[in-house]
C-alpha cells in the first residue's frame, strides 16, 4: 500500500516535471503558424515546442557522436511514459510474450468467455514507442474493459537495430500465435472474433499483414488509425499541406522511412524529392504508380488546390540500393488489389492535419474499389499522434473523441 503511494507520487512527481519542461520548452517559441480548424491549436503548438526541444537535442547528442538519435528520445519517453503492468478492477494486466515475441496482455475478468480478442501494434516510426508507455497502456485497458476483450499490445523489436523485414516478422510470428488454438485456449478467446489493429506505424504492420493472405482471412476486423502505407510520394496533398504541421514533419517521414528499411540516411532529400518515383525509374511499373495516384484515389475536396509532383528524370539506381520502397510487406499501399480483396472488414481512421492522411484516405478508396466493407472515420479537426494524449485530461480534446468512436466501432463490428 505505502509502495503504490510512493510509486504513484513518484509518477506524479515525473508528470509535473515533464509539464515544467514543457512550459519551459515553450517559453523559447514564440509562434507557429497553424492551418485553421485544428483542434486547440495552443495545446499543439506547446507539444510542437516540446517535440521541437527534444529533437533539436537529440540532434546535437547525435552530432556529437553520443548515441542514435532515437535512443536518446526513447530515454526521455521510458523515463516520462513507461509505467508498470498494474491490474485494475476489471482488467487483469501482465507482461508476457506471444509467440516469443514480448508483448503486454490486457484481459477482462469479467462478462462473457469465450472473449473477443484485439492484437495491437503501436506507433512511433517503427523505432520509438513500447506497449509498456502510459498511452497505449490506458488504450489497451479501456478497449479490454470497453470490449469484454482481451488485448495483447506487441513490443516488436525497433529500429535501428532492427529494421525491415524484422519489424514485419515480429508482427507475423506474433500474429500467427494469436490465431493459434493454443492461445485461444489459454486466454479464452473466439477464434471467430479477432481483430487486427495499430496506429502509425503500428498500423502499417496490421495492414502489411495482408501480404500473407491465408493469414488475415483469420481476423474478423482490421482497424487501423492514422496508418503509414506508402513511401512514394512525398508530395500527397496530406503531405503537401501539412508538411510543417506537429508532430509529424515530413522530412521525419521521410527519415523513419530510410531508418526502417536500412537506408542511408542521406537519401532523404532524394525522397523529399520523389527522386525516387520519377518516370525514369523502371523498377515502378504503371499498375504499382495506379496503386498511390492520389488524383484518381482522392476526393475533391481532399485534392484541393494542390498539383502533383511529377519528377522525369530521378536519381540514378536509388530505388536498387532501397529494393523495399517497392516491397508490399513494407509498403501496403502497393499491395495488388486480389490481395486486398481478401482483407476482413476494415476501419481506417485519418486526420486532416497529418501528412499520412491521404495514405490512409487511398487505402480506403482501394478497399472499397476491391470489394472489401471499409468505414473512413476522418476527423476533420485531427493530427497525427492525437490518439496518443487522450489520457492526458488537459490534451486532446479530438483524441479522445477519436479513441471512442474507434473502440464503439469495434464493439459493433467485432
Ligand atoms: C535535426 O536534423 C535533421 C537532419 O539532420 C534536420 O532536418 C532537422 O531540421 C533537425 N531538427 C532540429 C529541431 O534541429
Ligand atoms: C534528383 O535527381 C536529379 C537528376 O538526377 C538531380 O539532379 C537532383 O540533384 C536530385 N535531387 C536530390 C535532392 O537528390
Redesign the pocket.
Known sequence: MIGGRKVASFSSMRLRFAGAILLAVAAYYVYLPLPGGVSEPWKLMLLDALI?GF??R??MS?ALGLCH?VHLLNRVVSWVELIEARSSAGVLVSDGVLGGVPSRIFQATGGRWPKRGVLYFHGGGWALGTARMRSYDFLCRKMAEELDAVVISVDYRLAPEAMFPDQYHDALTASRAFLSKEVAKRYSLDRKRLCVSGDSSGGNLAAALGSDVTLTAHFKVQALIYPVLQALDFHTPSYQQNKAVPILYR??MA?YWLLYLGAD?SL?LALLANNHSALDQPAISPAARSHLDWTVLLPAERKKEFRPLVVETGTPGLLGQVPALLDARAVPLLAKRDVLAKTPDAYVLTCEFDVLRDDGLMYAERLRRAGVRVTSDHYEDGFHGCISFAHLPVMSAVGRRAVDNYIRWLDHNL
Open positions: 521541437r529533437m533539436r537529440s540532434n547525435h538519435q522530412p521525419v527519415r540516411p532523404q
